[in-house]
């Protein structure tokens, strides 16, 4: 026994001082946790210098990194996984979404008053708090009520609250004053001023009436866009994302996350997808070529473009008319000869073309622009299609010989279950969210959200990736589930796919010695074979370049 603990000691020796000649510099060593490496899930702890990972050392050969650390952080069994990438979403409106107040199920007029008066709280005096969902149909009485108490409750911001349906809004004397709605306001054609036995308007518009008022919500300002990045930063973080891609960032948008990372104060790692249809952005941009900034948290080096529409809306274009609107295909966005143009400049500036494309002839569209303009095999420029939802078959192998990025959304798939056949047909259906017949036909894939149009939560990702179920489990076995992927799949499609697509393989995805200590530390395993584990589980630490950005329970 002696003799072998001994033997022991002198290998765990031997390991440490192959590992590092010197003794080891460690800011933070990370004890305790089921690491999945690109080898596997194994217990290792992690040692962080610098931003980066220096070494994964077996636990009871760290002894001397234990000694070194600055900071020991006991993760107790938890699962770290490579620090996760949101690889479609939309930063600036998911901020602008946050700070919507949600109504939807406000029980009553006092309970949309109350709401709305803590948001009012967080914004600066003057600024228009914007809310939504309510429904007085809910509320006692199913009246429409008006706005003496929210006015009362909130006496220094214009408000605007919309109704579940969006035909009607609700406002406060603030709001009445900014539009200038008083008694001797005529109705205006097609909408209502409603009024009280007096004639006095009571802060609720109806139809063309809340026109009055949507009009003068002005565009957001510096300071807006900041509030919403660091509101939206938050949550990110909190969902464990320690980078984002921004699927079309304005100019007024880079200059505010050019100053929050020359501040230090960006909450993740940004990767920029300039908005293709600003010609003022992309003179200013391209020319200066690819950007990544110097501590890696803010890179340029994408455009974003839109070829059509949302399939919902029934605006994603297809080859062949809508199977619930025979006489529709969808709309083309943006015209072929502007894709073209954009993706020519971008291309030949070195930029990452991405290009919205739904619909199959969307796709198909933007498949043979790629093949024409930048050349097989992607020409090292990794272009994207993002959302590719719908892909005829000859479409599927394209990707992989054009080195074509999918970028899809998992989440998609389970939200428009319940209408997506209507729309497309016993035949097409087949075609889409067809996220396992890209794989197998060698293209590579990257997963997000379009937040805000879905949650941004992975764990709905990777659910809905895993088992194309809604979280209740609709359909028990998954709407056409030979499309599904696996876990680890799943994972990869937020970890090392999505480095990929920003070009940051070789330092960010996974957990690798010498690659940034980005880590998205969950308390239960994702890629678990039981699939109910996936929404049951938590984030316990978000981890960027070493740094916590987000802790549960701490506060941070
Ligand atoms: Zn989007």
Redesign the pocket.
Known sequence: MRVLRLLMTVSAVALLSVACAHAPRCDRLFVGGIVHTPGGAQRLEVAVEGGKIVALVPPGEAGAWRKAAKQVVDVSAAHVYPGFTES?G?LVGYGASLEQVDLRDAASFAEVVERVRKAAATVPPGAWVMGRGWDQNLWPGKAFPDDAALSAAVPDHPVLLRRVDGHAVITNARGLAAAGITSATPDPPGGRIIRDASGEPTGVLVDTAADLLAGLVPEPSAADIERRVLLAGRHLTAFGFTEFHD?GTTAPELAVLRRLEAEGRLPLRIYVMLLGSEDALLDAELPAGPRVSPDGMLTVRAVKLFADGALGSRGALLAQPYSDDPGNRGLEVTSESRLVEVIRRAASAGFQPCV?AIGDAAVTRVLDIYEREVGPGGRGLRPRI?HAQIVRPPDVPRFAALGVIASVQTSHCIADMPWAPARLGAERIAWAYRWRSLLAAGARLCLGS?VPVESPDPRLGVWAAVTRRTPEGTPPGGWNPAEALTPAEALAGYTSWAAYAGFEENRRGAIAVGYAADLTIFDRDLTSDDAAEILQAHVVRTVIAGRDVFAAGSGT
């Open positions: 479609h939309h699927a919205h993002e379009d």
